[in-house]
């Protein structure tokens, strides 16, 4: 009990610095950095842009937001025959889906993409999103990967540049072609943390990259596997469906993806809120 009151208290602190940090300043920049990008035409590599700004409706906990906790770097060197994971990480109301876009693109061809991220729509809940992205072929030219994080009517962007570390002769010898053998299971998508009411259905996504395919199960907060019942549902994706979720399921969750490569695991912390009502 006293590992999840630290937990808590953790969350709730950094949930605090986070909407306070949120609100101070960061209005500004986001217009001046997505008029200036319009401006260049293309997005640019390494650049972060901030949410655009729209009229949002206002939800319990505030007004409608996302932004960056974690970047992918500005540029990454591909060593010949290994695959290149791309991180990123974004937090915001609602809950927000990351996705990726390859190559140099206008921000209206970004902006007009639609999401190919299936996730449920909660205006009560605050969620932490992790995405991976694995480049699991050979590059034969310098490449830009953009993280697109959305919620609501709000974007934000992040570019990295993938540059492959051979000799020229060889880019001008090689073809991209995919890395064939088998891979351990890679966890691309999931929710470090998710808040939302009591009484919400919610659903952890646990998506793999794997070859040959990923057995998925989840543990709680005790390490004991969680078995499907009228509460807990592993679904076929190898996400988990909690409804109705109470006071009693705050807590860490893990996913664990495992084949005959090795494994992969993912934690998301669950905080559910009481209602007003209840209060």
Known sequence: MSQKMNLLHLTILALLVLLSNSRCGSEARAIDDVDNSIEAGVEKPAQ????????????????????FTKTPPAKIMQNPGTPVEIVCEVMGS??????????HLPLSEIDSIESNVI?????????????????????????????????????????????????????????????????????????RMHLDLVGSNIVLPCKVHARPRAEVFW????????????HFKLLPSGDLLISDIKWEDMGAYKCIARNAMGKDTADAFIYPVQRESDN
């Open 48 to 67: 972060t842009m901030l949410s655009k700004q729209s009229s949002t409706p206002r939800t319990r906990f505030g007004q409608d937001w996302i932004k």
């Open 119 to 191: 996730s449920e729509s909660s205006a009560s809940a605050i969620v932490k999103v992790r995405s991976v992205h694995v480049v699991d072929h050979m590059l034969s030219e310098p490449r830009i990967y953009t993280c697109v994080g959305r919620t609501g009517s709000k974007t934000i962007y992040a570019s990295t540049t993938v540059y492959p570390q051979s000799e020229l002769k060889d880019l001008l010898q090689m073809r991209e072609k995919p890395f064939m053998g088998p891979t351990r299971p890679r966890i691309v998508y999931s929710e």
């Open 219 to 230: 543990m709680n907060e005790e390490g004991n596997l969680i078995e499907q019942n009228q």
């Open 94 to 103: 609602q809950i927000p889906t990351v996705q990726w876009v390859v190559g």
